[in-house]
């Protein structure tokens, strides 16, 4: 008796091993890994200098303070937005001229760093048809479009099409 | 105490069946186990996700209207005096001609179109502008955000057919393609400054007739607006190896008559924005061409104020 009883016991004991083992690797990875939720990821903010002013009044600033040969004028948002293909911005301000020059001066802020990056792609697209679409027409403003500045810092992107040769470290003053 | 022989055998026997019995469910336990992922998916919220929602733009796009034209019947399906032999008896092919979309012409008498009451900004709503970087300035400035704006910089008559400029979910178009694209019932164009220095009046005008033609097989019944090509400062005309105010003048004529043979509406905008010498007032345009915004506000005054019953 005392032998079945020992038997039993170990199988049991055996068994019992076993118990903790249906966990699957998923379900470990749940457990364990850091959360992957994406609202979770802090967005490093642009600087304070930029963060102050907003969208707009980072593009009146830039407006006041880079050379533009035409005069240019704010454009409703939804041109704007349209002209650079850009829909999820939390804020844009752009700036075109007559057409007499490629001139123009665009700035969009995003709710993440990932958002304005992709959007810099777009900007970058923007550009690019624009230079095929002058290289012919206005050579002189297919150069001017080839030394765009186009900065994106945390969550601003910032376009300016000038040939104003401080655009460049004035941009990154406001954004880095 | 002291157990039997016969206890102590149905004792063991009992043990070994129970044992046997307990590595058998251990056994199907295992084996359901590992791949059951009924536990695991328990503990996981579920997100069911659409087929749709993995969509790309390419296969999206059988929704999206196609431009390509219609292939109207050809000489080739006319029935021949030669007769091809067959095995089988194949249906004849079904010549039915594409039905010939109906549009309603403008009477001459009523090509130019006189001024009226304003309308509002919200009349631009289902508008489609067709033009060269003059219009789309001009669309940008003046907010029409609403319209659709197939304006471009250096867009010429031929350019029309062969440039593509119009972006549809990230492929580009040609102005041609992608007019199937906007919802409008309303068109302007305005087209030629760019052509002036072409040899050939004849491809001007001809081109230009087929893009009143290509709209129109597009939407029938839209409502067609030929603007004058607006001129340019004095000083341009006489310093620019090919954009004079005459050649302007010249294309205008061309394009009046073309706005009777087509029977669509003329507007001679150029009423907007001219001096008393009939150009472009030198502090209209900082390079001669391009208007600045307040002569934008002139011609979108004329538009508002010009428009057809």
């Known amino acids: ?176 | 105490m002291k157990i039997s022989k016969y206890t102590r055998k149905t004792a063991i026997r009992f043990g070994l069946v129970l044992f046997l019995v307990l590595v058998v469910l251990l056994i199907l336990y295992l084996v359901k186990s590992p791949d059951d992922s009924d536990h695991s998916d328990k503990r996981k919220p579920t997100i069911s996700v659409s087929p749709s929602a993995f969509l790309t733009p390419t296969s999206m796009e059988t929704s999206i209207p196609t431009s390509t034209p219609t292939p109207a019947p050809t000489n080739t399906l006319a029935p021949t005096n030669t007769p091809v032999p067959t095995n089988t008896p194949t249906p004849a092919p079904t010549s039915t001609p594409t039905p010939v979309p109906t549009y309603q012409k403008v009477s001459p008498a009523d090509i130019d179109v006189p001024a009226s009451e304003a309308v509002s900004d919200s009349y631009f709503d289902d508008v489609l502008f067709i033009g060269d970087s003059r219009t789309e300035a001009f669309v940008t400035a003046m907010g029409l955000s609403k319209a659709t704006n197939y304006a471009f910089v250096s867009m010429t008559v031929k350019a029309f057919y062969t440039k593509e400029v119009v972006d549809i979910d990230g492929r580009l178009l040609t102005i041609n393609d992608a007019i199937p694209y906007a919802d409008f019932s309303k068109v302007y164009i305005m087209l030629g400054l760019n052509e002036t220095g072409w040899n050939s009046y004849e491809t001007f005008v001809s081109k230009y007739g087929g893009i009143i033609d290509r709209v129109r097989e597009v939407n029938p019944n839209a409502i067609i607006y030929v603007e004058s090509i607006l001129p340019v400062t004095a000083s341009h005309s006489s310093s620019h190896e090919y954009e004079r105010n005459e050649t302007i003048y010249t294309f205008n004529e061309l394009l009046h008559q073309l706005s009777i043979d087509k029977g669509v509406y003329w507007l001679n905008v150029l009423d907007a924005v001219v001096d008393e010498h009939g150009v472009l007032p030198e502090n209209a345009a900082s390079d001669g061409v391009h208007l600045r915004k307040s002569y934008c506000q002139k011609w979108l005054d004329y538009l508002k104020t010009h428009t057809a019953k």
């Open chain 1, 1 to 176: 008796m005392k032998r079945l009883i020992v038997i039993l016991s170990m199988m049991l004991l055996i068994l019992s091993l076993f118990t903790a083992c249906n966990v699957t690797p998923e379900t470990n990875k749940e457990d364990n890994a850091p959360t992957s939720d994406t609202s979770k990821i802090v967005t490093p903010k642009a600087s304070p200098l930029a963060e102050g002013l907003g969208a707009a009044g980072l593009g009146e600033k830039l407006l006041s303070e880079l050379v533009f040969e035409d005069e240019l004028s704010l454009v409703a948002d939804e041109i704007g937005t349209k002209l650079y293909n850009i829909t999820d911005c939390t804020a844009s301000s752009v700036y075109k001229g007559s057409g007499s020059t490629a001139e123009e001066l665009a700035v969009f802020s995003f709710a993440t760093a990932d958002e304005a990056a992709a959007a810099r792609e777009l900007a970058e697209a923007r550009i690019a048809r624009q230079i095929e679409s002058y290289r012919d027409y206005l050579p002189a403003e297919a150069k001017r479009l080839e030394n765009t500045v186009i900065k994106q810092s945390s969550n601003y992107l910032v376009v300016a099409v000038t040939n104003d040769k401080a655009a460049e470290d004035l941009i990154s003053s406001y954004l880095d």
